[in-house]
């Protein structure tokens, strides 16, 4: 069966700071990766998406960036993290065989920048 | 374009009393409609989905959405609310572009259980 990785859990940087946050995919291959970010009190908002390796699309600019420098691994990053980039990350896959048009989801990284 | 809107951000309702959740939504081409849920710390869960064929979808948790293209709606509905299902909820329409699938979500409906 898939699964889903995301780490950290929790996380608490200085405004300034370098961010990575990393989700990995097991039990399947070539998905569709996304981020997500879900800001207190609010939706949640696409970041970005990957269809392949070194694939990434922007939705939204913003001070983040994503790579994605194996098949099922994706990483969110930012060189300085600024105070409105705190809230709750989720990484979402799918595939053909998922069923292309259903997401699922990660447990989540809450990103606090003080 | 597609936009989901959720009414009603926070929803309180008796144990054992029925539970209604309101989506609305709107997409220029013939949409794929979600609902998910979120217990607290903790990742989306889908609990239902419609894509084609029957418009009443049943899905987890004795959940069920009806899709009614007349309305732009699909609001999610279970006959009697558990303390267990109090968590937040997400109504979401999707579209596929050539393998490339984009979910819009609705903001969201935190639904409390009262004892």
């Known amino acids: 069966s898939q699964t889903i990785h995301q780490w950290p859990a929790t996380l608490v940087q200085p405004v300034g700071s370098p961010l990575s946050l990393e989700c990995t995919v097991e039990?399947?291959?070539?998905?569709?990766l996304y981020w997500y970010r879900q800001a207190a009190g609010r939706g949640l908002q696409l970041l970005f998406y990957?269809?392949?390796?070194?694939?990434i699309s922007s939705e939204v600019p913003q001070n983040l960036s994503a790579s994605r420098p194996q098949d099922r691994q994706f990483i969110l990053s930012s060189k300085k993290l600024l105070l409105s980039d705190s809230g709750f990350y989720l990484c979402?896959?799918?595939?053909?065989?998922?069923?292309?048009?259903?997401?699922?989801f990660g447990p989540g990284t809450r990103l606090l920048v003080l | 374009a597609q936009s989901v809107t959720q009414l009603g951000s926070h929803v309180s309702v008796s144990e054992g009393a029925l539970v209604l959740l309101r989506c609305n939504y709107s997409?220029?081409?013939?949409?794929?409609l979600f609902w998910y849920v979120q217990y607290p710390n903790q990742g989306l869960q889908l609990l239902l989905k419609?894509?084609?064929?029957?418009?009443l979808v049943k899905g987890i948790n004795g959940f069920e959405a009806e899709f009614k293209k007349s309305e732009t709606s699909f609001h999610l509905t279970k006959p009697s609310a558990h303390m267990s299902d109090a968590a937040e909820y997400f109504c979401?329409?999707?579209?596929?572009?050539?393998?490339?699938?984009?979910?819009?979500f609705g903001t969201g409906t935190r639904l409390t259980i009262i004892p």
């Open positions: 990957s269809v392949g390796i070194g694939q």
């Open positions: 997409s220029s081409v013939p949409p794929y």
């Open positions: 039990g399947t291959s070539n998905p569709n």
């Open positions: 419609y894509t084609t064929g029957a418009t």
């Open positions: 979402a896959w799918n595939t053909a065989t998922s069923g292309m048009e259903t997401q699922y």
């Open positions: 979401a329409v999707g579209t596929i572009n050539f393998g490339n699938e984009k979910l819009t």
